[in-house]
């Protein structure tokens, strides 16, 4: 299949049994395009070719550099896509009536149910996210298993959770470690998931124990591909206008093929590219 657009980050389902499918979603510079389906793609050779624009997402206007999720400067400022309480939800206040940015927008994502969340991405880490963004932050994540560690009715207290909580586990992927662990066993990441769940228990402020989960339930996910390589090398349209080989496997937001290269997706968010997938 042949097509050209505008890259966005690769959508996702998750099966019954915990398979992620995923779909390369492509704009056309601000429209969105027919998702297609990734799978019959792996094992194959696939091309994704830059052909020399950057359209921010968020206004559509040509660009020379991306901030954030492919926008320009001043979109990346301005926007409530990258306002600062994604990144520190601890510093959301929409809850007591105070926007940073745009207070409709942090209403409708940031004055919602959040959970903390217990993930395993080659360790365990802490992250937060909305409820109604499970499992699609941990799929982005590339994280094989899931614990919800705590539920809460807004965005600022999950955060102050989860700053409690960095005090005893990481909270950023690292991602050469999430790739190349590939589909671990599910038996190990239950118990470490559940044994980290424990220690959470036993270090949680008395200020948050009213919030902390009863739910011991530990999500599992399998990524496609059969094939993870125990080196990877990260690959950009940068410093490679043309990506080309076998597509060996997908996780998180990367591509991953057969020669130990990595392709993130959602790093080259509104490149405009020509593919072909088989």
Partial sequence: MRGEGNIRKLKSELGDQGQVQYSWAAYDILNPMSPIPMFPSIGQDIRIEHQGKIHCTVTGKSIRKTYG?????????KSPLAVESIIHPELSRIHEGIALRDAAWEEAHHNQPHIVYLSYTGGTKVGVT???QVPYRWIDQGASGAI?????PYRQ????????????????????AMLSAGNP???????????????????????FEDFMSEDDTVHHLTFPGADFPEKVKSTTLDKSPVIEGRLNAIKGQYFIFDDGRVFNVRRHSGYRVSWTFH
């Fill in 69 to 77: 999720d492919g926008m320009s400067f001043d979109a990346f400022q």
């Fill in 148 to 152: 919800i560690l705590a539920e809460t």
């Fill in 157 to 176: 207290l999950a955060g102050l959770i989860e700053v409690a909580m960095k005090e005893h586990f990481a909270d950023k992927t690292q991602w050469r």
């Fill in 185 to 207: 066993d599910f038996d190990m990441i239950e118990a470490a998931l559940q044994d980290a769940k424990e220690e959470a228990f036993e270090q949680c402020p008395p200020d």
């Fill in 130 to 132: 909305r409820t109604t």
